[in-house]
């Protein structure tokens, strides 16, 4: 009987920096698992595809290789989504897809013990390392109010299409609820924003804060400063002014609930990373991305914890993730990819801040 050698690493997640880790580390030739609970880049497939990146293309490549198309401008979902696949295509990277892990134990043997659910079966896999690259949108952040379950009331934006001449009450009022309420409009909505503080954050992004305040202001979306929801009906929504406790009954066709996501970080605690402060990061050395438990490590967008009030990490800034794992796995410092420095490893937080 001849016995496969171990493989030194499993990567768990499939979106844009489970791929560029996947590509760095076929590079340099190691033996490398790769799985997907869903498709590949699943967690932007579900948003609206023709949604416009707000990264420029060069800072959201993989692997160095080029997002070509014929205006040089940002990419939409669906166009990234397709680069991803011709980075899979190219780099012929095998990936386990619709496979999820469901649990990392130590093996007896060293390495760890992997455990997977497919629609077919349950798959046990003996690694020696693995790098956790889940990202960070699981599921969505609950109001737990009634009515918060029925029909009319989603946490995904899917398609302005469905509300056409109807009524959608938005909560929220960070990028993703502005951007649905100004698409909405534009499709032909009747379109109202209920946000709990007075005015929306001069952190949001500088094409849609001028835009939303505009149609405020011109009374094409109306907006309920200081509310919150507490609770939904069929027919209208309560909302209450946290100003002076009034209520305020906003009648409405559909309610798209923009209250963000989290991530689901028991496949963290079940292997004995530990989660730190009140965003849940898990514990680890910033220079190699190593967990506190000796061979698990952490990439992308998950590094920055399971509950975030405001995003920290993207795909422009954990590259560097890449560079640190693989450097700490082989002992060799990944090749530079090209001449633009975001398209290497090495755009750090700091640098995004500072642009
Ligand atoms: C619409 C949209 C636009 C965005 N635009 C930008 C942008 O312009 N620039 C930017 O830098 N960032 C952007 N982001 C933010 C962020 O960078 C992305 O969410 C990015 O996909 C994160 O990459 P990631 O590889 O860390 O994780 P993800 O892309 O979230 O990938 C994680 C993968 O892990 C899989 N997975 C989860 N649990 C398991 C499990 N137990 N077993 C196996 N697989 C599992 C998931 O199915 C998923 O495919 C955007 C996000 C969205 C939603």
Known sequence: MTHQPIPEVAIIGAGPIGLELAVALKR????????????????????????????????IEIAGVPIANSHQGRVIGEEYLA?????????????????????????????????????????????????????????????????ENLPHVSHYFTDPHFYFRK?????????????AALRCWRSGTEVAISYRQAEFSDRVKAHLLPDINAQIANGNIKFYPETVPLEITPQHVVLQSTRDGELIIHPTDFVLLA????????????????????????????????????????????????????????????????????????GHVPDKIGTISSRNYELALKEIQAN
């Open 28 to 59: 340099q030739n190691v033996n490398y698992l790769h799985f997907d609970a869903k498709q590949i880049g699943y967690t932007f497939s579900w948003w609206p595809r023709n949604t416009p990146f707000f990264s420029t293309t060069e800072r």
């Open 83 to 147: 680069y991803l696949r011709a980075i899979v295509e190219q780099f012929d990277l095998a990936v386990k897809t619709y496979e999820q892990v469901t649990a990392i134990k130590p093996h007896a043997h060293g390495g760890f013990s992997l455990h997977t659910k497919t629609l077919a079966g349950e798959y046990h896999y003996h690694v020696k390392r693995v790098v956790i690259a889940k990202g960070d949108m699981d599921k969505p952040n609950l109001l737990s109010i009634q009515g």
């Open 167 to 179: 009524q959608l009450l938005v909560i929220g009022g960070k990028n993703s609820a502005i951007e």
């Open 259 to 330: 209250t963000g996501f989290e991530a689901d970080m028991s496949l963290f605690t079940v292997a004995g990373v530990q989660l730190e402060g009140e965003f849940l990061v898990p514990v680890h050395n910033p220079d190699t991305m190593e967990t506190n438990i000796t061979g698990i490590y952490v990439a992308g967008t998950t590094a920055a914890g399971g509950r975030q009030p405001r995003y920290r990490l993207f795909i422009e800034n954990s590259h560097e993730h890449v560079r640190k794992i693989v450097t700490a796995i082989t």
